[in-house]
Nanobody, 115 residues
Framework: QVQLVESGGGLVQPGGSLRLSCAAS????????MGWYRQAPGKERELVAL???????NYADSVKGRFTISRDYAKNTVSLQMNSSKPEDTAVYYC?????????WGQGTQVTVSS
């Protein structure tokens, strides 16, 4: 079982920066892919960014060049640096972890981009 705790959400002005973090704990031998999804009101949950166990990254086109995903393998954490934020980035952001065939989700953290 894997527990995920997210932090770093909040209010940010357009063009501003925010950093999300997610820490994984529990019983596991290793974490495979870690990443972030988001869900805006009235919309489906969508991929933001993923990073594999070999540090291969994948980004949604809408965040490429603005967001950066990183991972600390020793601490079992994944972070998302959000720069040049836009109002359309407003959503609940969910940490996502894959361990073998199992998927785990965090509880979600609200990010609001508004002036």
């Amino acid at each position: 079982q894997v527990q995920l705790v997210e932090s770093g959400g909040g209010l940010v002005q357009p063009g501003g920066s925010l950093r999300l973090s997610c820490a994984a704990s529990g019983r596991f031998f290793g974490l495979d892919t870690m990443g972030w999804y988001r869900q805006a009101p009235g919309k489906e949950r969508e991929l933001v960014a993923l990073i594999t166990g070999r540090s291969i990254t994948n980004y949604a086109d809408s965040v490429k060049g603005r967001f950066t995903i990183s991972r600390d393998y020793a601490k079992n954490t994944v972070s998302l640096q959000m720069n040049s934020s836009k109002p359309e980035d407003t959503a609940v952001y969910y940490c996502h972890v894959q361990v073998g065939s199992r998927i785990y989700w965090g509880q979600g953290t609200q990010v609001t981009v508004s002036s």
